[in-house]
């Protein structure tokens, strides 16, 4: 027999394994009824993933689950909302069978200098963009890993690579993500779990149309600072995912990947 360089792995056989398939893999993704998580959660589908996505408007989800066609479904659910978390897995994995992925998607920012912004405010987005990926994560992970298999997803930012201003509390969350992913990356790896991160640059969603439009030295300040000199679309972000989520990342665990046409190489 050949060896494939991975004693763990299969060898190849006649049939070769395409490993940027989903097919037969069941993905919970927070916030994906709109923006970059209503197209990763199409990317996945594409990719042969059945998905569940959850955010707190059923109009909206309802609406995407229509959109995104028969192996999508919905749940209404606020991720700030801990107690409920644990239920929430529950009840998709009684209906849909195990979950493999979890991408934590759903996110809220809000633009304004570090001195005006309220406790509430700071702890609003904490609390949302990075205390309930904790809470929801530790939910998912302990069922994966005592499958020995699974990979969770975080949605993060160029905001925790580096300064821009008016959003201390999202940098504050983002940049807690990112750390949180390399220690819960080695953690997990020993029980098959691999965790890494996606940092968008700036994404053309409804959320930063609207902050671009009302603020047009921003736009220009953005293309100025993204070599490709584009703004990047929701699905390039689902690409990303799908690929991190798949067997050709199987290698791949604790790592914060920029899609960001350039934009953290700095210049
Ligand atoms: P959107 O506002 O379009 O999407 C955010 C989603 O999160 C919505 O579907 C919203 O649904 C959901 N959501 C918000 N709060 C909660 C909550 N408490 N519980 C459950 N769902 C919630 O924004 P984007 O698609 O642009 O952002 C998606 C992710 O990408 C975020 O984490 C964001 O920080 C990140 N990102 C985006 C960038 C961009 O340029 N667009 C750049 C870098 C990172 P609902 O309101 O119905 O709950």
């Known amino acids: ?42 990317c996945m589908l594409t990719a042969g993933a059945s998905v569940v996505i959850t955010g707190r408007r059923e109009e909206v989800l309802k609406e995407a689950v229509a959109d995104l066609g028969e192996r999508a479904a919905y749940l209404v659910n606020d991720v700030t909302e801990r107690a409920s978390l644990e239920e929430l897995v529950e009840q ?40 309930a990926v904790f809470a929801l994560t530790r939910v998912c992970a302990q069922r994966m890993m005592a499958r020995q298999r699974g990979v969770i997803l975080m949605i993060s930012s160029m905001a925790a690579y580096y300064g821009i201003d008016r959003v201390a509390a999202y940098a504050a969350s983002k940049a807690g993500l990112e750390g949180m992913v390399k220690v819960l990356a080695s953690e997990f790896s020993g029980a098959g779990v691999r965790v890494n991160a996606i940092a968008p640059g700036f994404i053309e969603t409804a959320m930063s149309r609207t902050a671009m439009n009302n603020d047009p030295d921003r736009r220009d300040r953005a293309m100025r600072r993204t070599p490709m000199g584009k703004f990047g679309q929701p699905e390039d972000i689902g690409h990303a995912a799908v690929f991190l989520a798949s067997d050709a990342a199987r290698y791949i665990t604790g790592a914060s990947l920029p899609v960001d046409g350039g934009n953290s190489i700095g210049f």
Request: charged share 15%; glycine share 10%.
């Open 92 to 131: 998709i994995e009684t209906t849909h069978g195990p979950l493999d992925i979890l991408v934590n998607n759903a996110g809220i920012n809000m633009k304004k200098p570090a001195l005006e912004v309220t406790d509430e405010e700071f702890d609003r987005i904490v609390h949302t963009n990075l205390n």
């Open 1 to 42: 027999p050949v060896s494939n360089g991975h004693a763990s792995h299969p060898a190849p056989t006649a049939q070769p394994h395409n490993v940027f398939s989903l097919e037969g893999h069941l993905a919970l993704i927070t916030g994906g009824g709109s923006g970059i998580g209503l197209e990763i959660a199409r």
